[in-house]
């Protein structure tokens, strides 16, 4: 399952996903009411499971900001485009609830890691070839995008990098931050690039902390060595990016969309309705009053900010919803992973938790946080701290209501 998010892009594989409702020409983040093969294979899942045994993490703050997004619908100028969203969100809870049942299987980390590690390579060898064939610079690999594709990539290195320090064997652990870091040389993207390297010092800190070994020591050689074979090649790239598409010291594209959003929230502080940026940007004047350079490819896309992306179309209901939607994770993770010192299962929790704050960061200067392949990784990312951290015994395994139910059924049978 980890491979098909790198392989659903948006349009250019056919046949891994229908639409139900199609806007094609909708110029949002969402195109329609879609189902994908990943959503099958999860829907098939999901009715194999028997009844969990536990009650689901994380519910009241993905509760939370799913009601953001449904009352941004009566704040629409166009309630359907916004009703397209809560669906996705609606495909991202049920991946995150059967990864987190599934958990409970010691085998569903690993396999599913394993997929998201032959998915990044899959894509890095697109990409690679896009480079070598076609002369383009910035490549987006399978899903057509560099930013995107730059973003995904924090979810597949980072925890395997994690794993690689714990002392996982294998060659998986070494591939996958390798191909992590080939992907933010090929996407030459700055925040790719900078984040990346911020990310792996973050873990082998972290590591190294907990306890520090020979192997270590050996993988930091091993990545300096790395690092010298790769940043001359970034560098090259990065001053082939600019000599093409230099630095202008008048205009700031960037700021000039974070000024048009900010000015939509000011105006509407309940929000425009999810997946309307790109409309309301236009046709209310505020790309126009943001001096936002008036060509389709600036025009047509949203705010380089999830978070601003987000307060402009649901509201300060619905970006501080999300804020703690994005922060309950990410402390479970970090807390958990560092409570377990000699678990390895604490290593991986650690580098999903690392994985998080990345990402989070990364959605600073970013939107692509909201397209659905990004958020197939997010939802599979919770589901696994979700699990390993019910593993560990981290809200003391807390029974669900229905297991309590018969729990108590059981007790007064054995009363009686």
Same mark, same amino acid.
């Given at each position: 399952m980890g491979v098909l998010p790198f392989l659903l892009s948006g349009g250019g594989i056919h046949?891994?996903?229908?639409?139900?409702?199609?806007?094609?020409?909708?110029?949002?983040?969402?195109?329609?009411?879609?189902?994908?093969?990943?959503?099958?294979?999860?829907?098939?899942? $999901?009715?194999s499971q028997s009844r969990p045994q536990y009650s689901l993490p994380f519910r009241?703050?993905?509760?939370?900001?799913?009601?953001?997004?449904?009352?941004?619908?009566?704040?629409?100028?166009?309630?359907?485009?916004?009703l397209f969203y809560a669906w996705q969100l609606a495909r991202m809870f049920l991946v995150y609830l059967v990864v987190a049942r599934a958990c409970s299987d010691d085998r569903v980390a690993p396999a599913l890691l394993t997929g998201l590690a032959i998915g990044i390579w899959l894509a890095v060898g697109v990409a690679a070839w896009q480079r070598i064939s076609g002369g383009v610079l910035q490549?987006?690999?399978?899903?057509?995008?560099?930013?995107?594709?730059?973003?995904?990539?924090?979810?597949?290195?980072?925890?395997?990098?994690?794993?690689?320090?714990?002392?996982?064997? !294998?060659?998986?652990?070494?591939?996958?931050?390798? !191909? $992590?870091?080939?992907?933010?040389?090929?996407?030459?993207?700055?925040?790719?690039?900078?984040?990346?390297?911020?990310?792996?010092?973050?873990?082998?800190?972290l590591s190294a902390m907990r306890k520090w070994t020979h192997r270590k020591a050996t993988i930091a050689l091993l990545s300096a060595a790395a690092l010298g074979a790769l940043?001359?090649?970034?560098?090259?790239?990065?001053?082939?990016?600019?000599?093409?598409?230099?630095?202008?010291s008048n205009y700031d594209e960037r700021a000039a969309f974070q000024k048009a959003a900010e000015m939509i929230l000011s105006d509407h502080p309940m929000g425009i309705g999810a997946n309307n940026y790109v409309v309301v940007a236009n046709t209310g004047g505020y790309n126009e009053r943001a001096q936002v350079v008036a060509i389709a490819g600036s025009l047509s896309t949203n705010v380089h900010n999830a978070y601003l992306l987000s307060a402009a179309e649901t509201g300060y209901f619905g970006v501080i919803s999300l804020v703690l939607l994005l922060l309950h994770p990410l402390i479970v993770?970090?807390?958990?992973?560092?409570?377990?010192?000699?678990?390895?299962? !604490?290593?991986?929790?650690?580098?999903? !938790?690392?994985?998080?704050?990345?990402? $989070?960061?990364?959605?600073?200067?970013?939107?692509?946080f909201f397209s659905f392949q990004t958020q197939y990784l997010f939802a599979m990312t919770l589901g696994l701290v979700a699990g390993l951290a019910q593993q560990l015994g981290y809200w003391g395994r807390t029974l669900s209501h229905s297991s309590r139910i018969e729990s108590g059924a059981i007790r007064n049978k054995s009363a009686g």
């Amino acid at each position: 399952m980890g491979v098909l998010p790198f392989l659903l892009s948006g349009g250019g594989i056919h046949g891994l996903y229908v639409a139900l409702i199609s806007w094609a020409g909708w110029p949002g983040y969402v195109k329609g009411a879609e189902i994908s093969v990943i959503d099958l294979f999860v829907l098939a899942i $999901y009715f194999s499971q028997s009844r969990p045994q536990y009650s689901l993490p994380f519910r009241f703050s993905m509760a939370l900001y799913f009601i953001a997004v449904l009352f941004s619908v009566f704040q629409a100028g166009v309630p359907m485009a916004s009703l397209f969203y809560a669906w996705q969100l609606a495909r991202m809870f049920l991946v995150y609830l059967v990864v987190a049942r599934a958990c409970s299987d010691d085998r569903v980390a690993p396999a599913l890691l394993t997929g998201l590690a032959i998915g990044i390579w899959l894509a890095v060898g697109v990409a690679a070839w896009q480079r070598i064939s076609g002369g383009v610079l910035q490549v987006g690999g399978t899903v057509g995008d560099k930013n995107l594709f730059g973003l995904m990539a924090h979810f597949v290195g980072l925890p395997w990098f994690a794993l690689l320090l714990a002392g996982q064997r !294998g060659w998986t652990p070494y591939l996958a931050p390798l !191909g $992590y870091a080939i992907t933010a040389v090929l996407t030459v993207s700055r925040a790719a690039l900078g984040l990346s390297a911020a990310g792996m010092v973050l873990i082998f800190m972290l590591s190294a902390m907990r306890k520090w070994t020979h192997r270590k020591a050996t993988i930091a050689l091993l990545s300096a060595a790395a690092l010298g074979a790769l940043v001359p090649i970034a560098l090259s790239s990065l001053e082939s990016r600019f000599s093409a598409e230099p630095l202008s010291s008048n205009y700031d594209e960037r700021a000039a969309f974070q000024k048009a959003a900010e000015m939509i929230l000011s105006d509407h502080p309940m929000g425009i309705g999810a997946n309307n940026y790109v409309v309301v940007a236009n046709t209310g004047g505020y790309n126009e009053r943001a001096q936002v350079v008036a060509i389709a490819g600036s025009l047509s896309t949203n705010v380089h900010n999830a978070y601003l992306l987000s307060a402009a179309e649901t509201g300060y209901f619905g970006v501080i919803s999300l804020v703690l939607l994005l922060l309950h994770p990410l402390i479970v993770a970090f807390h958990c992973g560092w409570r377990n010192r000699e678990d390895r299962r !604490g290593d991986l929790l650690l580098g999903l !938790g690392a994985t998080l704050l990345i990402v $989070y960061i990364h959605c600073f200067f970013e939107w692509v946080f909201f397209s659905f392949q990004t958020q197939y990784l997010f939802a599979m990312t919770l589901g696994l701290v979700a699990g390993l951290a019910q593993q560990l015994g981290y809200w003391g395994r807390t029974l669900s209501h229905s297991s309590r139910i018969e729990s108590g059924a059981i007790r007064n049978k054995s009363a009686g």
